[in-house]
């Protein structure tokens, strides 16, 4: 059974960082990607930014770029996203999957076949 557990969201005021936590278990790890998508009241579902793992290749969404780290730690089975300079409008729940993809479609949602429950973050002014 494939499993995401995403965690490390909360409350922080405008400039600050968040480190988000995604720790995936039953699922192949090799040949995937990871991505972290996010979604606000009343917006779309966005890919911020996203890792294959076997090469490591990283996308970014343009609005997180140089703000945004994504990473993985192989042995802990768990993709990170470090957020740094966050804006109030970085608010969304945010919730990582796993499925097959590659270059353009990395950011794609419908890419992605497991989902986590997702993790709230709050930025406020």
């Known amino acids: 059974q494939v499993q995401l557990v995403e965690s490390g969201g909360g409350s922080v005021q405008a400039g600050g960082s968040l480190k988000l936590s995604c720790a995936a278990s039953?699922?192949?790890?090799?040949?995937?990607?990871v991505g972290w998508f996010r979604q606000a009241p009343g917006k779309e579902r966005e890919g911020v930014a996203a890792i294959a793992l076997s090469s490591g290749f990283t996308a970014y969404a343009g609005s997180v770029k140089g703000r945004f780290t994504i990473s993985q730690d192989n042995a802990k089975r768990t993709v990170y996203l470090q957020m740094n300079s966050l804006k109030p409008e970085d608010t969304a729940m945010y919730s990582c999957?796993?499925?097959?993809?590659?270059?353009?479609?990395?950011?794609?949602?419908?890419?992605?076949?497991?989902w986590g429950q997702g993790t709230q973050v709050t930025v406020s002014s």
């Open positions: 999957a796993a499925g097959i993809t590659s270059g353009m479609t990395m950011l794609g949602p419908a890419s992605y076949n497991y």
């Open positions: 039953g699922y192949g790890y090799s040949g995937s990607c």
